[in-house]
C-alpha cells in the first residue's frame, strides 16, 4: 500500500524515515524489500537477490519518494518545502559564513583541473589550466572501471558514461601537483561503508570542521560530488555548504544538493619544485597512465580500496571500451560513449600546449622530441575529432563497430607519441 504525506510533512521526518527504511532493509525485512522495489533498476530482482546488495541512503531516499508518489526524492523535497511555504534556500543564509570568491573561468575544459586553478589562483598560487592538466595526467589519461555498474549492481553493463567523470584520476596526482606548485594539497578522509548509509554524519565527522575552518582563513575548498566545485560559503542550510559549478555557463554561488564524497583543502605554501624535476616526474607519469601501470597502492589513496583493483588509465581502458562497443548485449547507450568521446577530445586538447611549453625549458635534443610528441597529439585529437556519437549511428552494430575502429587508431597514435615521450625522457637524462 502507497504511503500518504501527512497533513504537514517535515523533511527532516522523511530524511530519518528514509535512514529507517535502509536500516529495515539491512535487516533483512520484506517489507522494506518491497519499498526499495520500486526503483526501475531494482525491478527486476527477486527478494532474496535484493538483500544480497549493498544499497545507499541516496537509494532509499528515492523509493520513498516513489512509495509518496514522487518521481524523486528532489521533486518530494521540492514539493514538501513548497507546501509549507519555505524557500528553497539555493542562496546564502542569514550569518552565513562567505569568503571573497570570484569564479573566473568561464572556457570549456575539464571540471576538476578547471576549479583546481581557481582554488589555487584564489591562495595566490598561479599555474596555467594546461599545466594542471598535465601534472595531473589528465591530457593524457583514459579512465576506465572494469567493475563498476550503474548503482553498483551486479549487472553486465558497466557504467561507461561515468569512467571519465570519477575523480579518482584527480585526486591520485594532487600530491605532486601542490609540490609542482609550492602549495600542500590535502584530502580530507572519506569512508564509503559510512557514506553509503548516512551522507550527512560523514560529513558531520570528516568534512564540516575543517571546511568551515578553511573558509574562516580565506581559503576556497574543493569538494567532489558528480563534479568539482568550489566552496566559499558555510551556512545553516541543508546541506550547509555553496560554491561554483564549472558546469555551468555563467557560474554563480549555488547551495549543494548533496553531501561530498571527497573534500580537498589548499594547506602551507612550499617551494616549489624545479619545474625540470617536475617535467620530468611528468613525461614519467604519462608514459605510466598509457602502459597502466599505476601502482595499486596510488588507486587505492584516491579511491574506494575495494575497487582499486579494476581501474585503468590507458590501453586497457581503450580494449575495455572497444570491447564493450563490440558486445551486442551489454554496450551501454549512445550518451554514454557520448561522454567517453567528448571528454577525451577535451583533455587530449591540453597535452600539445603541455608539451610544447615544457619544450621551451630544456636542451635542443629533448626539445626536439617533445615538439614531435605534440604533433602526433595533434593527429590524436583529429581522430577524435571525428568520432559519430548521436543516437542513430551507435544504435546500430556497424556504428559501434566503426567507432571501436577509430578508437583502437587513437590508442596505436598514442602509442607512437608514448615512444617519444620515452626518448625525450631519456635525452633530458643524458645531459
Not at 109 to 123: C, D, K, Q, V, Y
Not at 245 to 264: D, G, M, N, S, Y
Not at 313 to 340: F, M
Request: one cysteine or more; a neutral charge.
Amino acid at each position: 500500500m502507497a504511503r500518504i504525506l501527512p497533513p504537514e510533512p517535515n523533511l527532516e521526518h522523511l530524511r530519518n524515515e528514509a535512514k529507517a527504511l535502509l536500516k529495515a532493509f539491512r535487516s533483512k525485512d520484506h517489507d522494506a524489500c518491497k519499498t526499495l522495489q520500486l526503483l526501475d533498476h531494482l525491478k527486476s530482482f527477486s527478494t532474496e537477490q535484493l538483500l544480497k546488495l549493498k544499497l545507499s541512503l541516496a537509494q532509499a531516499q528515492f523509493a520513498l519518494a516513489m512509495d509518496y508518489g514522487f518521481p524523486s526524492w528532489d521533486d518530494l523535497r521540492k514539493f514538501v518545502n513548497k507546501l509549507r511555504s519555505e524557500p528553497e534556500h539555493t542562496k546564502p543564509l542569514p550569518g552565513a559564513l562567505l569568503i571573497d570568491f570570484v569564479y573566473n573561468s568561464k572556457t570549456k575544459g575539464n571540471h576538476n583541473a578547471r576549479s583546481l586553478n581557481e582554488t589555487l589562483r584564489h591562495s595566490g598560487t598561479i599555474s596555467s589550466y594546461d599545466q594542471l592538466m598535465g601534472d595531473l595526467g589528465l591530457a593524457f589519461i583514459l579512465q576506465a572501471d572494469s567493475n563498476w555498474t550503474a548503482w553498483g549492481l551486479p549487472v553486465g553493463q558497466l557504467d561507461i558514461g561515468w569512467w571519465p567523470l570519477d575523480a579518482w584520476g584527480t585526486l591520485m596526482r594532487l600530491d605532486f601537483v601542490g609540490k609542482a606548485v609550492g602549495q600542500e594539497i590535502k584530502i580530507l578522509p572519506f569512508e564509503s561503508e559510512l557514506y553509503s548509509s548516512d551522507p550527512e554524519q560523514h560529513f558531520k565527522k570528516h568534512h564540516a570542521e575543517p571546511i568551515q575552518q578553511a573558509l574562516k582563513s580565506g581559503i576556497a575548498p574543493l569538494i567532489y560530488f558528480d563534479t568539482c566545485f568550489v566552496i566559499s560559503g558555510y551556512d545553516a542550510g541543508y546541506p550547509p555548504i555553496l560554491g561554483y559549478c564549472p558546469w555551468a555557463k555563467e557560474p554563480t554561488l549555488e547551495r549543494l544538493k548533496e553531501f561530498p564524497w571527497h573534500v580537498v583543502i589548499p594547506g602551507a605554501k612550499t617551494e616549489p619544485m624545479p619545474r625540470q624535476d617536475a617535467d620530468r616526474q611528468a613525461l614519467e607519469y604519462a608514459i605510466t597512465l598509457f602502459k597502466d601501470e599505476i601502482p595499486v597502492k596510488s588507486r587505492k589513496c584516491a579511491h574506494v580500496p575495494e575497487r582499486a583493483d579494476y581501474l585503468t588509465s590507458g590501453t586497457k581502458s581503450y580494449d575495455l571500451w572497444v570491447s564493450l562497443l563490440r558486445d551486442p548485449d551489454n554496450w551501454g547507450a549512445h550518451y554514454y560513449h557520448a561522454n567517453v568521446v567528448y571528454t577525451l577530445y577535451r583533455n587530449r586538447q591540453s597535452a600539445p600546449p603541455y608539451l610544447r611549453e615544457m619544450a621551451n625549458r630544456h636542451a635542443p635534443a629533448a626539445s626536439a622530441i617533445l615538439l614531435s610528441a605534440a604533433d602526433i597529439y595533434e593527429k590524436a585529437i583529429v581522430k577524435i575529432d571525428g568520432a559519430v556519437t548521436n543516437e542513430k549511428v551507435l544504435g546500430t552494430p556497424e556504428g559501434r563497430d566503426n567507432l571501436a575502429s577509430l578508437m583502437l587508431q587513437v590508442r596505436d597514435i598514442e602509442a607512437q607519441a608514448i615512444q617519444l615521450l620515452e626518448k625525450a625522457l631519456f635525452a633530458m637524462d643524458s645531459r
